[in-house]
């Protein structure tokens, strides 16, 4: 129960019915808080206890100064947690494994479960290893449930032993989607009281959600099952960047293009860390769905969340989307009475200011390999031959290498309709010597020629715009018009078409597109992340052997929201973000060296030449279509049973139980090890002793280099285990699908294969030097294991923003499991440093303006770390000692920042991490 010092609780009518709500009014300087502040000004009032929230929290957040750097820190408590199956698993593994720890410490098993609604999405773990074919949906469905029947059923488990938890079975959707169609509720209603909708997940695109109005933002793992266990997530209160918005977007932009020219205004901004919010009178004019199109892209331009607030435009897709009349009207009725509702004349306080006239926005790609890397689309192909001297070896000339590739295998998981046309990528005009290396690739009779910037995959995924109907349609109506003009997909272009949720499906077959989008290749394969998280699946054989043969420099165009490198596939080193419609024109392109403008993309039936102008859909088109063919019936129908799932979801052998039954032969859920030898007493922490280094590493490292992610090696430590308990290496699957299983997972830590660990000259990869065997280069895996036999502990040297990028509860994890007791960075990303924190491990920061270089570290010397033990006596000291020796007897020696930053983090190191903090709490109760 809040305490109330505001006197802020009263009652709000809506209709026949009351709800209890905490007046936002009742604290001075609400009405001209942010609207995302305001949501976070209800959550402190509602939670107000005293301790961890108290009144001055909530005075300080009421008088916001808009122009100072972030210092108060609020712990905020989401309304519910939402997941995805890879980031899912091991946070239902945990509190599977807290059941059975809670009764051995006396508790009692169902005292462990989520305090707050949590929904889970299977939406990750399905491939595109079947494209361009009528039964490539249910073939791919097929493939995934043989990969990961076995998560499922702990799933399934999970779904029926924990209350407020449950499950969208796989081939439903992907969880942006769904979450935005469905679970959102925008306002909240829990035992009669009713407030804002917040939502923490595990994953960074939770933020899609952003574009109803619903605050929220990806955490890691470890932050998500705390939250759903009822603990705050600790935060300081932000800066919040004020984006005006005007003008309308004009024809033959898409919401693609908005988003592209946003991110890129952003991140040249800098918002990392901060709020971004739009206002003004632009905003009524932006479509839901183009508003969640730009919330979705948040983590691209860095921000904490991207927000609109909420109007008329939310409650038309609210009812649009089948929500009840209902909770619509509790919806507008709560934004207005709390000063919710967007008012493009009200002042707010804003720290910063830019400002968007939509009407000059232009048709725009993104790439090769950054999100906010804009590119004109006029301007796409001499950037691209700017860029690919970059991707190449040497000068290949104009003539290049021209080799033969008979397939041996036609059309592995190809297809046979709408492929075989046979011709050349577009000329190279204007008499360019960009690099060329022309191969031949032959199939089923028929050859055709590959060079360096050909299009290897052409696909719409991803949440980012399958959500948008806009763009999706105007996809569905080019390619209607392509056909119609006899034109086709190149034969080396994988095609694939994985839309985010089964509305877009419904509305594709009342709009007659389905037909058009088969006939370019655009089969249904999946719904799910498929391309933009790396499950392109497999290249065709005989294209993908030229590629790498011949070492060409292929390329990607995909409609999602990541095109990092090595992210999309294997074989394709140059990645490109456009929008759905675009992806179609590229397929048809086949290549990226084009320019739409002046290059046909073929020929019709007469031998007339045909430009992208001439098939590209009128907003008009695109317009009457949305109308036609979308309708609330189509939402209601296709999430009326949304947790039910179909024969192969219900067929599944699933335990029973309130404890989970763990299969000791299973390679993907094994019970981790974190609570092993865990009592009720604290046991106290100690100062770290004869510590040597695991790894010492440079700066921006990511928590992609730290947490295990893509496919799984034969010769690495986790392929390895993996072959040892007979699992065949066609079955390995990736470190994703095994994120239940910390065997696994320990060992692909730190074994990213662009890690350069400073131990070593000039090698990349997951390696260390062991000084217990002579300084000698082994894994880090084994390197790790000789330590922790001998006794060893050990720390990470680190530099500037160690940890940044997507939180991964892996990264901190995988790092407590190797024996890691702290590490020393000169700067953390915020999440990860709290993660490590929350597993036990000690953040410590060099010297302001300190480097491991300048104190005269190379990470061969044994630490001494003292004064940690002063955290035993209820105080955080601001510094320890350190005391690095060299083998020769002399040390370098300096006091180390502690970054422990609250109070509640201090009491999580002290139990030895968040979960058995939040253990011994349940176990008390």
Request: hydrophobic share 35%; net charge negative.
């Amino acid at each position: 129960m809040s305490q109330d010092s505001f006197t802020s609780k009263g009652t709000l009518s809506v209709g026949d019915a009351e709800y209890e709500i905490y007046r936002i009014a009742s604290v001075d300087g609400a009405q001209t808080l942010p609207y995302s502040l305001k949501v976070l000004l209800e959550n402190l009032l509602r939670t107000e206890d005293g301790a961890n929230i108290t009144a001055d929290h909530i005075r300080a957040l009421g008088n916001w100064d808009e122009n100072a750097q972030p210092d108060t820190e609020i712990q905020f408590t989401p309304a519910r947690v939402i997941m995805q199956d890879f980031t899912g698993v091991p946070c239902i593994v945990d509190l599977a494994t807290m059941r059975e720890a809670v009764e051995d410490l006396g508790g009692s098993a169902e005292k462990v479960n989520p305090l707050s609604p949590a929904e889970l999405v299977i939406d990750h773990s399905v491939q595109i290893d079947v494209y361009g074919r009528s039964d490539a949906f249910a073939r791919n469905v097929e493939f995934e449930y043989q990969r990961n029947g076995e998560r499922y059923q702990f799933l399934r488990w999970g779904q029926g032993a924990f209350d407020d938890f449950k499950v969208v079975p796989p081939g439903t959707g992907i969880v942006h989607q769904v979450n935005i169609e469905h679970l959102a509720r925008v306002v909240m209603e829990r035992d009669g009281v009713a407030y804002p909708d917040t939502c923490v997940g595990t994953d960074s695109h939770t933020t899609m959600e952003n574009g109803l109005g619903v605050l929220g933002w990806g955490v890691g793992g470890i932050e998500a099952e705390a939250a759903m266990l009822g603990q705050p997530v600790s935060m300081l209160i932000p800066r919040v960047v004020g984006f005006k918005l005007s003008g309308e977007i004009p024809a033959g932009v898409t919401a693609t293009d908005v988003v592209l020219t946003i991110t890129q205004m952003l991140r040249e901004h800098g918002v990392v860390g901060k709020f971004v919010e739009f206002h003004g009178e632009g905003v009524a004019s932006i479509p839901l769905a183009n508003r969640a199109t730009i919330g979705n892209m948040s983590p691209e331009f860095g921000s904490t969340c991207a927000i609109f607030p909420i109007d008329d435009v939310t409650m038309e897709y609210l009812r649009l989307t089948g929500r009840s009349d209902e909770q619509v009207a509790l919806v507008e009725a709560y934004a207005k009475e709390q000063g919710m509702w967007h008012d493009p004349d009200r002042e707010l306080r804003f720290s910063e200011h830019l400002e968007l006239d939509l009407s000059t926005v232009v048709p725009s790609i993104a790439g090769p390999k950054r999100p906010q890397d804009r590119i004109l689309l006029s301007e796409a192909k001499d950037s691209f031959r700017k860029v690919l001297p970059t991707y190449v070896d040497g000068d290949e000339g104009d003539a290049g290498a021209a080799s033969s590739f008979p397939a041996s295998d036609p059309t592995p998981q190809g297809s046979d309709e709408g492929q075989n046309g046979g011709s050349k990528p577009a000329s190279e005009g204007n008499g360019s010597s960009r690099p060329h290396k022309r191969v031949t690739v032959s199939r089923d009779g028929q050859s055709f020629e590959i060079d360096h910037g050909i299009v290897s995959i052409a696909s719409i995924t991803s949440c980012t715009n399958t959500s948008n109907p806009s763009v999706m349609l105007a996809a569905g109506l080019l390619a209607k018009k392509a056909s119609e003009k006899g034109l086709k997909v190149k034969p080396w272009v994988k095609t694939s078409m994985a839309p985010g949720s089964k509305v877009v499906t419904e509305y594709y077959e009342k709009a007659g597109l389905w037909p058009a989008l088969q006939d370019l290749g655009y089969h249904l394969v999946g719904y799910g992340c498929t391309t933009c998280i790396g499950n392109s699946g497999p290249l065709p054989e005989d294209v993908s052997a030229a590629v790498n043969e011949n070492d060409l420099a292929v390329t990607s165009v995909l409609s999602g929201n990541r095109n990092f490198e090595g992210r999309i596939n294997p074989d394709v080193k140059m990645n490109y973000l456009a929008s759905p419609p675009l992806v179609v024109a590229y397929a048809l392109a086949g290549t990226m060296d084009f320019d739409f403008e002046s290059e046909a993309l073929g020929q019709d039936s007469d031998g007339k030449d045909v430009f992208l102008q001439d098939i590209w859909p009128s907003a008009d088109e695109v317009q009457s279509t949305i109308d036609s063919s979308i309708d609330r019936d189509m939402f209601l129908t296709q999430y009326a049973d949304v947790f039910a799932g179909d024969e192969r979801w219900t067929g599944l052998d699933t335990p029973e139980g309130n404890t989970f039954e763990w299969d000791p032969q299973s390679t993907y859920v094994r019970k981790p090890p974190y609570f092993d030898g865990m009592t009720m007493e604290l046991t106290p922490v100690e100062d770290i002793s004869g510590a040597r280094v695991l790894a010492k590493l440079g700066d921006s490292v990511t928590t992609d280099h730290i947490s295990p992610a893509g496919s799984i090696k034969a010769d690495s430590p986790a392929g390895l285990y993996l072959a040892e308990h007979g699992v065949d290496k066609k079955d390995f699957n990736s470190y994703g699908s095994r994120r239940g299983n910390h065997e696994v997972m320990i060992r692909g830590t730190f074994a990213n294969i662009r890690l350069r660990n400073q131990l070593l000259d000039g090698v990349e990869g997951g390696f260390t030097r062991n000084f217990l065997a002579g300084g000698e280069q082994t894994s880090i895996f084994e390197a790790s294991e000789a330590y922790q036999e001998a006794g060893v502990p050990l720390v990470i040297l680190a530099g500037k923003e160690y940890g940044s990028g997507s939180s991964r509860d892996w990264a901190a994890k995988g790092t407590r499991l190797l024996g890691v007791k702290a590490v020393i960075a000169e700067s953390y990303e915020r999440i990860h440093r709290s993660n490590l924190i929350g597993m036990g491990v000690l953040p410590l920061q060099f010297p302001e303006g300190k480097t491991a270089a300048d104190l005269g570290l190379d990470g061969t010397e044994t630490f001494e770390i003292t004064g940690v033990t002063e955290l035993n006596e209820g105080k955080t000291p601001k510094t320890v000692h350190v005391k690095a020796a060299k083998d020769g007897g002399e040390a370098v020696e300096f006091d180390a920042v502690v970054r422990i930053d609250t109070p509640g983090e201090r009491e999580y190191y002290l139990n030895d991490g968040i979960l058995q903090y939040v253990l011994r709490q349940l176990a008390g109760a």
